[in-house]
């Protein structure tokens, strides 16, 4: 069975294995969106290697190197924010929806 995304990134084979569990979507969206961010990076860094290839001069190299690392922090910063806030919003989700699995209401109790 091959596995489609979904507009929110999470694989819906895997959504579907996992109904029923609270905030088990938005971390399946989180890993997806972090796999999907190293492999973004991981293209940039070969891109770069190959730039370095065509450097001529030493200022060429240091120019290069340069814009890779403040490219790259900028990067890896924007990331780790929206990572953090991701996290924080998917334990919140997590924790109402698990609240709504486990409360129960007081008058349920036969007397």
Not at 56 to 85: C, I, S
Not at 90 to 105: M, P
């Amino acid at each position: 069975m091959e596995n489609s995304t979904s507009k929110d990134g999470a694989t819906e084979a895997g959504g579907a294995a996992f109904a029923g569990m609270p905030g088990v979507a938005e971390w399946l969206n989180i890993m997806t969106q972090s796999a999907q961010f190293v492999a973004d990076r991981l293209q940039q860094d070969m891109e770069t290697q190959r730039a370095f290839l065509q450097c001529r001069t030493p200022q060429d190299v240091m120019r290069l190197h340069t814009e890779f690392y403040k490219t790259a922090m900028a990067q890896y910063t924007a990331e780790a924010t929206r990572m953090m806030k991701a996290m924080s919003e998917a334990t919140a989700e997590t924790t109402k929806q698990a609240t709504k699995l486990t409360s129960r209401a007081y008058d349920d109790i036969p007397l």
